[in-house]
């Protein structure tokens, strides 16, 4: 759509959903563009969700961005799914169509891949192998993300080994599930390194991940923002790795979205990067 001085509704659709960095970051573009609109926080519980989805084109909403518990279970609810979103099996956008028919998306992976760009403008999928530790739902964005970028080996690296081979499964490619005990051998030759675990994030213990065998021209992304330097992430520069953390997979996540919505595609300024890290 195009920029339109009509009032705009968007938000977060989640259970909880107060922690949302999204709000913040949303209307700081509204205000920018000097568009009319909110973006508010939505929060609905599992058993009000078909209610919930309900409301947003009886409302007025032009869509909403979806989180935890919700990514999955709004699936059957939508009218129409987005190739990249059925194939990852989650929506993370919502975009109300003229008719009131809700259109699903998932920006989530591309989103991450485009902050490794930001970081490094050279980075290439093919460059070499990837490696990818998790195979929730972080992980699977990712993965899909990357196989359609074009890796040419990606090594899914899980505490559970089972649910790498599902994932693997699920998601056709290029994809080697790598045993957890053999996790430090599978850096070796490695050009980008993902963590896509909670290990690392505010509260929770560090990654267990030796990095020795890890190229030090590798580039190594965490999904996680906070805090914004993980201690994989501090390790990884310390040994003279470029490191990216998950702010620019958040920030980048929601650029197609905010278009969407209210018809203009927003920038990532350090303006915008500083109102966020307040947030933290």
């Known amino acids: 759509m195009s920029a339109t001085k009509t009032f705009g509704l968007a938000g977060i659709l989640g259970w909880p959903v107060a922690h949302s960095r999204s709000p913040a970051m949303h209307n700081y573009w509204l205000a920018e563009h000097g568009l009319p609109g909110s973006y508010v926080l939505l929060p609905a519980p599992p058993e009000r969700l078909?209610?919930?989805?309900?409301?947003?084109?009886?409302?007025?909403?032009?869509?909403?961005?979806?989180?935890?518990?919700?990514?999955?279970?709004?699936?059957?609810l939508i009218d129409h799914i987005d190739p990249m979103a059925a194939r990852i099996g989650a929506v993370n956008m919502i975009v109300v169509e003229p008719d009131g028919s809700l259109r699903g998306f998932n920006t989530d992976g591309n989103g991450f891949v485009q902050g490794l760009r930001d970081a490094k403008p050279d980075w290439r999928a093919d460059e070499g192998p990837i490696a990818i530790v998790g195979a929730g739902g972080a992980a699977r964005s990712i993965l899909a993300a990357m196989i359609?970028?074009?890796?040419?080996?990606?090594?899914?690296?899980?505490?559970?080994?089972?649910?790498?081979?599902?994932?693997?499964?699920?998601?056709?490619?290029?994809?080697?599930?790598?045993r957890w005990e053999e996790r430090a051998e599978a850096l070796r030759g490695?050009?980008?390194?993902?963590?896509?675990?909670?290990?690392?994030?505010?509260?929770?213990?560090?990654?267990?991940?030796?990095?020795?065998?890890?190229?030090?021209?590798?580039?190594?992304?965490?999904?996680i923002y906070v805090p914004p330097e993980t201690p994989l992430l501090a390790a990884a520069r310390a040994r003279g790795n470029r490191t990216v953390n998950g702010l620019g997979m958040l920030l980048n996540q929601a650029r197609p979205a905010f278009h969407a919505w209210f018809g203009v595609m927003p920038s990532i300024t350090p303006g915008l990067k500083r109102a966020i890290e307040a947030t933290f």
């Open 50 to 76: 078909p209610a919930a989805l309900a409301g947003l084109p009886a409302l007025g909403f032009r869509g909403c961005n979806v989180t935890t518990p919700h990514k999955q279970a709004v699936m059957p």
């Open 190 to 223: 490695v050009a980008t390194l993902v963590n896509a675990t909670t290990q690392g994030s505010a509260g929770k213990p560090a990654l267990d991940l030796a990095l020795d065998a890890l190229p030090r021209d590798a580039i190594v992304g965490d999904a």
């Open 148 to 178: 359609e970028a074009g890796a040419r080996e990606i090594r899914l690296v899980n505490r559970t080994h089972e649910k790498a081979l599902r994932l693997a499964a699920d998601l056709p490619g290029p994809v080697v599930p790598v």
